[in-house]
């Protein structure tokens, strides 16, 4: 008998958003229920999934006592802001997903963080060559390290390459980038992104090394491949900021070793980036005379107290349909607002252009900002420069309340310590009163009369 091997391509498809798979395409995914997420891509073979099962290990299960914790002993890396963000130190044989835009900066954090390490370090780049990363270790200032450099795209070489000499660190840039043999579709694929990152996680947890992955982040903000990339990490961080300023964010958006409410704040600088100590000084410009139209916000960004100034600007609007405008800020947010000065404070805003800036580049969360920036939307149409030394922390309701805030006592306290003398919050607040504060606390239940208070 004779058999000729048809060798036929299969394709299906994919949702990119939770891995499902159809063999036509749907416009809603049956699993998750996105919509329009499904890419054609070719089927993984039979083969892949049978050496995945023979490759499992025989394992038993363990009563919780068995199990032994003492290998959890953290390496603490040297930047201070990533260890923070880790929740102090990096966990053997966690898989770190590190997300970001192109050109934000993972690459030079990575590298930077294999090149300042005591530790034998292996940084594997599927996107630029030996030469650039040269080019950008010098940059960075530290060429005598022992950190090594390999630009491999195929994951087979790579666990090939680190079997003989296991490296203590393993950074991969980036996960996109990487392609399995045992698959025929391409790179950055969904079922590329899947296998290489199911089999480096195989490897962080039999071996216990450490790896870090580099995700790029697609157009809407998420990143690029299926959202079960995520899933199956053990932290995802997320490195977001404004490529014009720069300042550089990393936020914990999970972490199964430690909080998601870190945050650590960087400086791009010519010589790579610089954890920043006290990030209120740097969203405070420096002046002398006093402005109108410029309110200071106490906020959280995740647990670290910050001041940041916001700004707003009022005109009489000159053609007929009043503008309306934020940067760093979200404009129907602002329609309320500036719906609640018009009906619960009487100003007649309907004839004026108004915009609003929050220095910076920051894209915050925090409600707490609802006060200052009320504040300096009529500060400016007052033209009267608000009070120096004020600063506000409380978010506004629809009936013009001043409504409570999380965890004021951190915010009194970064606002005193930064040379503040007033601070305005809401009476519904309740705060531990330190008899040291020399900050004057004023509680205000309404808007109208904080306004009344401030520009009597
Ligand atoms: P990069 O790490 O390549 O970004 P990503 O890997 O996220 O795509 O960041 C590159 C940007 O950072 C580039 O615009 C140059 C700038 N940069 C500095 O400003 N200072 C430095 O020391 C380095 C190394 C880069
Ligand atoms: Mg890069």
Redesign the pocket.
Known sequence: MEFTSMAKTKTAFFCRSCGYESPKWVGKCPGCESWNSFAEEIKPTQQVQVWKRSHAKTVQARTLSEIETENQIRLELPDAELNLVLGGGLVPGAVILLG??????????LLQMALTLKANTLYISG?ESETQIKM?AE??GELDSSCRVLTETMLENILKWVDPEPPEVLII?SIQTLYSDALEATPGSISQIRECTGRLLQYAKETGIPVFL?GHITKDGSIAGPKILEHMVDTVLQ?EGD?HHNYRILRTLKNRFGSTHELGIYE?????LRGVKNPSEIWLSQREEKLSGVGIAAVLEGIRPLLLETQALVSSAVYGTPQRSATGFDLRRLNMLLAVLEKRCGFRLGAQDVFVNLAGGLRLEDPAIDLALMAAIMSSYHSEPIPAGCVFSAEIGLSGEVRAVQRVEQRIVEAEKLGFTDIIISKYNKYQADPKWGIKVHSFGRVDEVFSWLFA
């Open positions: 970001g835009e192109p050109g934000i900066g993972k690459s030079t954090l996107e950008r940059r960075l840039d580099v490195f490529r791009m600088s010519g010589q790579g």
